[in-house]
Nanobody
Framework: QVQLVESGGGLVQDGGSLKLSCAAS????????MKWFRQAPGRQRELVAT???????TYEDFVKGRFFISADYRKNIMFLEMLNLKPEDTAVYYC?????????WGQGIQVTVSS
């Protein structure tokens, strides 16, 4: 059973920074791609960033240049470093991975940016 556990969320002021972690219960090399999503109140869950096993990264336009995704393959942890946070970044953030056709989600972690 694959488990993904997020940590590092919290309350930060406009312009502040946070670094989220997603700890996996399996070798993250098992996943071809890992992703971060977020869901703001009243809105659909949306993709934020992805990282492949080959360390190729992608970002949605609304976080480019502010958010940075990475992974520590020895510790089986994926990160999302978030800089220059804005109130519109307030959301529950989820890590996501697919293994052998099964999609796994973390429980989500709250990020709140105050203006």
């Amino acid at each position: 059973q694959v488990q993904l556990v997020e940590s590092g969320g919290g309350l930060v002021q406009d312009g502040g920074s946070l670094k989220l972690s997603c700890a996996a219960s399996v070798d993250v090399f098992s996943f071809a791609v890992m992703k971060w999503f977020r869901q703001a109140p009243g809105r659909q869950r949306e993709l934020v960033a992805t990282i492949s096993r080959e360390c190729r990264t992608t970002y949605e336009d609304f976080v480019k240049g502010r958010f940075f995704i990475s992974a520590d393959y020895r510790k089986n942890i994926m990160f999302l470093e978030m800089l220059n946070l804005k109130p519109e970044d307030t959301a529950v953030y989820y890590c996501n991975a697919i293994l052998r056709g099964v999609e796994y989600w973390g429980q989500g972690i709250q990020v709140t940016v105050s203006s």
